[in-house]
Nanobody, 125 residues
Framework: QVQLVESGGGSVQAGDSLRLSCVAS????????MGWFRQAPGKAREFVTA????????DYADSVNARFTISRDSAKNTVFLQMNSLKPEDTAVYYC??????????????????WGQGTQVTVSS
């Protein structure tokens, strides 16, 4: 079994920054990419960003582009999400995900086989 554990969520003011981390552990799997999704109350889970584990290519949702940055530490099977200039509309539960499918870009939930339990991010105005 593969486990993904997120950390770093919290409550901040608009304009502040947060950094989320996600560590993958458990059985060995072919990691082709990792990503972050988020789900606000009453809304569907949506794509935020993803990173190609092989070459480091990244992809972002328009709503977070230029504010959020995804990065990875391959040796530690860890992915990070640096969130700057946070807005109240960024409030959501953020989920880490890992893909064992060799496809890119990775923006669909169906492309990710493993998911974390989520971490809450709350941004107040």
């Amino acid at each position: 079994q593969v486990q993904l554990v997120e950390s770093g969520g919290g409550s901040v003011q608009a304009g502040d920054s947060l950094r989320l981390s996600c560590v993958a552990s458990g059985r060995t799997f072919s990691n082709y990419g990792m990503g972050w999704f988020r789900q606000a109350p009453g809304k569907a889970r949506e794509f935020v960003t993803a990173i190609n584990w092989s070459d480091g290519s990244t992809d972002y949702a328009d709503s977070v582009n230029a504010r959020f940055t995804i990065s990875r530490d391959s040796a530690k099977n860890t992915v990070f999400l640096q969130m700057n200039s946070l807005k109240p509309e960024d409030t959501a539960v953020y989920y880490c995900a890992a893909s064992n499918m060799p496809s890119w870009p990775m923006t669909s939930r169906s492309q990710f086989a493993f998911w974390g339990q989520g971490t809450q991010v709350t941004v107040s105005s």
